[in-house]
């Protein structure tokens, strides 16, 4: 379109060229929003810093920081000085990329041609800090911060606190949480859900649960996020009724919980033995218009195959193909694995013969369930054919593959078979998990055999 503005002969100032720029970028027309910088220099305009800042702003919110910093390049050398705000920019795309150390190089540049950073920039860098686990760093940052009279604002202390949260340190956080309101940053719903969040990693649930209370009664709102925070705590603690008085709590508050929140909740129940409640919870999902996801669908299957309610894992996976939601192999294992132990060794067999048919490709786990499971069933040599086929298909056994079918022929009293693959194994560099060790230290007419074992897993050891 902007061609058209040269045939009509109208001579755009730099303004209208620097909205035609901006719309461009906007719209994610990065290339032609260069050639209408590159068309503006050549008509013999002098780009202003505002021109370079929306083009550097354009390639770096698309990935492409490389040219970001040699457009900063061609800005110095035709005589247009860069600002904080052109630096800012390719500081907070740099620690985007996680190239911190660039950045630094940056801050460092900008001191030393006098153009002061502010606290979008430090921020930034403090960011890509906390994001690498760099914490001792970002404090550092953080006190020269500080020290440059750059007063930093409720963003900056969010992200220190929930960086110094990710890592255990919540302690340190909430003394950083502490002392905003004496800097003048009041906390917000981001810092309040951060420091929830650290309490609930190191499993503080009571804590994250005051400090919820403390964000509502300083007129704070939680979001859905803030209570999803606590929910997730709660069920890895398998406190369900806690979480399940939350997730009523939060439509009492008119706040719609999302797909994950929901999973969340379905999948603790789960794990506690009560896949009934999660079925129900997930037809109250449904009926509140959420469209369920295929982690929905694998936690429910899984739930239902471990507690023998195969019928309704049937029923799910119909469901599911309704939807026009197609089933991927971790739904499959999931089912493969639940038919086994329940018994039911034809439709197992079926389901595995079917991913051919559905296009879906197994993998090393998916052999691992079947042999698993023919082992159980006792066909040997089922099982046997089918671990030598899995190398021919072109997926080579793991030792999680050698534990199961070492396990398998031992349980099935086929020590010899056993002892052949044990060798195989050891060959291979893999180790023995704890069940299968305490299978061989029980064969007692097998001591050669579990030598071999030892000396090969000790000579593992110490080529690592």
Not at 50 to 79: D, F
Request: hydrophobic share 40%; with cysteine.
């Amino acid at each position: 379109m902007w061609k058209w503005i040269f045939k009509l002969g109208i001579q755009p100032d730099a303004i209208t060229f620097n909205t035609l720029i901006n719309g461009l970028c906007n719209e994610g027309k990065i290339k032609e929003a260069v050639g209408l910088f590159n068309e503006l220099v050549r008509r013999g305009h002098e780009p202003n810093v505002i021109s370079y800042n929306t083009v550097i702003n354009g390639l770096c919110k698309n990935g492409n920081t490389n040219m970001a910093v040699h457009v900063l390049k061609k800005m110095e050398q035709n005589g247009c000085k860069p600002d904080v705000v052109t630096y800012s920019i390719i500081i907070d795309s740099l620690c985007k990329d996680r190239l911190v150390n660039e950045a630094l190089e940056f801050l460092s540049k900008m001191v030393d041609r006098d153009i002061p950073p502010d606290v979008i920039t430090y921020s930034s860098i403090l960011h890509g800090f906390c994001n690498l686990g760099q914490l001792n760093e970002a404090t550092r940052l953080f006190k020269e911060m500080v020290g440059r009279d750059v007063m930093p604002n409720t963003v900056t202390f969010t992200i220190l606190v929930d960086g110094l949260c990710k890592e255990g340190m919540v302690s340190e956080a909430r003394c950083v949480f502490e002392t905003m309101t004496e800097k003048g940053a009041e906390p917000d719903v981001y810092t309040y859900t951060a420091l929830m969040d650290g309490y609930c990693l190191q499993n503080q649930m009571d804590e994250a649960r005051k400090v919820l209370n403390i964000m509502v009664g300083k007129g704070c709102a939680p979001d859905v996020h803030s209570y999803s925070v606590l929910i997730n705590g709660y069920c890895k603690r398998r406190r369900l009724d806690e979480a399940k008085r939350l997730l009523f709590e939060m439509s009492e508050k008119e706040l719609t919980p999302n797909t994950v929140t929901y999973s969340t909740v379905m999948k603790g129940l789960c794990q506690v033995g009560r896949p009934q409640e999660a079925l129900n919870l997930f037809k109250e999902m449904c009926s509140s218009s959420l469209l369920p996801d295929l982690m929905t669908y694998s936690i429910l299957l899984d739930g239902c195959c471990k507690h023998g309610d195969l019928d309704e894992a049937l029923q799910l996976l119909k469901e599911m193909q309704e939807r026009k939601i197609k089933p991927n192999i971790v739904i499959y294992n999931i089912l493969i694995q639940g038919m086994f132990i329940a018994g039911k060794l034809e439709v197992a067999k079926e389901l595995f013969s079917k991913l051919s048919t559905d296009g879906i490709q197994p993998t090393v786990r998916t052999y691992n369930v079947m042999i698993g499971g023919l082992l159980k069933e006792g066909l040997s040599d089922e099982a046997y054919k089918l671990f030598r086929k899995m190398e021919d298909n072109g997926f080579l056994p793991d030792s999680c593959s050698y534990n199961v079918i070492i396990q398998g022929f031992l349980k099935n009293q086929d020590s010899s078979t056993a002892v052949q693959l044990i060798d195989e194994m050891v060959g291979k560099r893999f180790s023995a998990d704890s069940s299968t060790f305490q299978m061989l230290l029980d064969l007692e007419s097998y001591d050669e055999a579990i030598c071999r074992f030892m000396r090969g897993s000790s000579q593992h050891r110490r080529m690592k």
